[in-house]
């Protein structure tokens, strides 16, 4: 008996180390801030450990031959702000402060945590702020009043001792989408 109380140890501290993550995307295709059709990427992680809080990265949305854009749980939704240098509000076109602004969110949601599979609405109000000086030419999705809908769907993954989930690559760059 005293030979497998080890492996119990060993598997118990497993169990309670254990957890559940999910991986959440969805793709579409819409215009990017030039008005060129690219595919576009929603992706997030969440992790429901057996013991304790679940937890859930940022969103990220991915426009193919684009800048990644953030959006994150804050005390007002699932938003998405505008850095200094970066962006700029396309409504009066003002530049985004060094606290940045609100420049998108998750359309009826407060946490990444209440997001499930199914249909998502996010908008977007900001557009990339680079010039012919720019080092890189940032690109996103155009911004519109109108949210961009998505359909998100969920996998999940048990591990024992935890591990970092498999994340989908970003959407192959090329010169537009038919």
């Known amino acids: 008996m005293e030979k497998y109380s080890g492996l119990v140890l060993v598997l118990l501290a497993g169990l309670l180390n254990g957890c559940t993550t999910y991986v959440y995307q ?6 990017d801030s030039d008005g060129v059709q690219r595919d576009v990427l929603l992706y997030w992680t969440k992790t429901d450990p057996l013991m304790g809080e679940p937890k859930a ?6 426009t193919a031959c684009g800048a990644l854009v953030v959006y994150e749980n804050r005390e007002s939704g699932v938003v998405f702000r505008g850095q200094a240098g970066r962006d700029r509000r396309v409504s009066g076109d003002q530049p985004a402060t060094v606290d940045g602004f609100e420049c998108g969110r998750f359309v009826g949601k ?26 890189q030419k940032l690109r996103y999705l ?3 009043e ?10 999940r993954q048990w591990h024992f001792f935890g591990a970092t989930p498999d994340v989908p690559p970003p959407p192959p ?3 537009s989408v038919d």
């Open 173 to 175: 760059c090329r010169e």
């Open 26 to 31: 969805g793709s579409m295709s819409g215009p």
């Open 142 to 144: 155009k911004a519109r």
């Open 110 to 135: 407060n946490s990444l945590l209440d997001v499930e599979k199914g249909p998502l609405e996010l908008t977007i109000w900001c557009a990339p702020d680079s010039n012919e000086f720019s080092v």
């Open 146 to 155: 109108a949210p961009y809908r998505f359909q998100i769907t969920e996998s």
């Open 57 to 62: 990265d940022m969103a990220h949305l991915r």
